[in-house]
């Protein structure tokens, strides 16, 4: 077998330091076989994106992530250009250490360290699908964004517009840390709910407009599961290499309960007033009169204007 280029881009700080200790368990194992392994160590989400980048530029055959859904979707995005073309030949390798394995349970990869970097030397693939959000400059987060900031993000799970962001933000603050994830989201979103406020917009979906009033959020997604023990039965829509589009809107107390019982059940679901799931290939939300907020894979990405759709190539995804 040909020796074989790896770059490790490690997120040390993952589920409080944890992240760490699995990854140097995971470079010992692949130390020993006979490929070039090469590892760096990143500050900050966006330091990923920039490794990655670097690592598909430079000719790597696996690029590795080892992190949580956050460190994951830098990494991925690192392997895109601005046009939704790969950058590299590079095929993406994943070793999960943080709180919610979203991507991985939908793509099979294992979860345990050692099946992963066993995964990872067999190097069987599949192809998937990436989401692409475009965004116009002016709408990038944070307002003072850095000069290399993107006005393109990917996303290998989902985009959530709307109360989605707003509960990512505050999830992501600490209380998932303190209690969990399933239990800390949840918390969450019942204190994002008392506080939100619905927007209306006219949405271009398949390019076909479409009025949408009394919206709380925007579910634009690829994988089954997407969040705290959220699962999407999409099997239709991915059978179609579509995204699934489910609305969430007009939610008040009556209508709360049912909702979050179809959301978690993971099942499909007859579409009503308040909930309803569909297929597109594409939709664009223009700005309103509220600054709406856009999330990826979990972590805010920036706010209305957007248009989403798919990348122009699939990405090779070790499993």
Not at 23 to 44: D, N, Q
Not at 148 to 164: D, H, K, M, Q, W
Not at 165 to 178: F, Q, W
Request: hydrophobic share 40%.
């Amino acid at each position: 077998m040909p020796e074989m280029k790896y770059v490790v881009i490690v997120n040390p700080h993952a589920r409080d330091g944890r992240s760490g200790k699995v990854a140097g368990r995971c470079l010992e194992l692949l130390s020993r076989s006979e490929h070039r392994i090469e590892h760096v160590e990143v500050r900050t989400f966006d330091d990923a994106r920039v490794l990655s980048a670097e690592a598909n530029s430079r000719d790597a055959d696996v690029v590795v992530a080892i992190g949580g859904d956050g460190t994951i979707n830098k990494v991925l995005n690192g392997f895109f250009d601005h046009d939704g073309r790969l950058v590299g030949r590079a095929r993406f390798g994943v070793v999960h250490t943080g709180t919610s394995p979203d991507f991985c349970r939908s793509y099979d990869v294992p979860l345990r360290p050692e099946d992963a970097v066993e995964a990872l030397l067999r190097r069987r693939t599949r192809s998937i699908p990436v989401g692409m959000i475009r965004f116009p400059r002016s709408s990038m987060l944070p307002a003072d964004a850095a000069p290399e900031t993107r006005p393109v993000s990917y996303f290998g799970c989902c985009a959530n517009i709307g109360l989605g962001a707003s509960l990512a933000a505050r999830a992501n603050a600490g209380i998932r840390k303190r209690l969990g994830d399933t239990l800390g989201t949840f918390l969450s979103l019942l204190h994002v709910l008392r506080e939100y406020t619905p927007w209306d917009s006219t949405a271009e979906i398949d390019g076909v407009q479409q009025y949408m009033s009394s919206m709380f959020n925007l579910s634009v997604g690829l994988t089954p599961y997407i969040a705290s023990g959220i699962k999407v039965a999409n099997e239709e829509m991915r059978e179609r290499d579509e995204f699934y589009l489910m609305t969430l809107r007009n939610l008040t107390l009556r209508t709360l309960v049912p909702a979050l019982h179809r959301i978690y059940r993971g099942r499909p679901f007859a579409n009503t007033d308040y909930l309803s799931l569909r297929g597109c290939h594409s939709i664009t939300i223009p700005a309103g009169d509220m600054q709406i907020e856009v999330e990826q894979d979990g972590d805010p990405c920036g706010h209305l204007p957007c248009t989403i759709e798919m990348a122009k190539d699939r990405l090779e995804l070790i499993y």
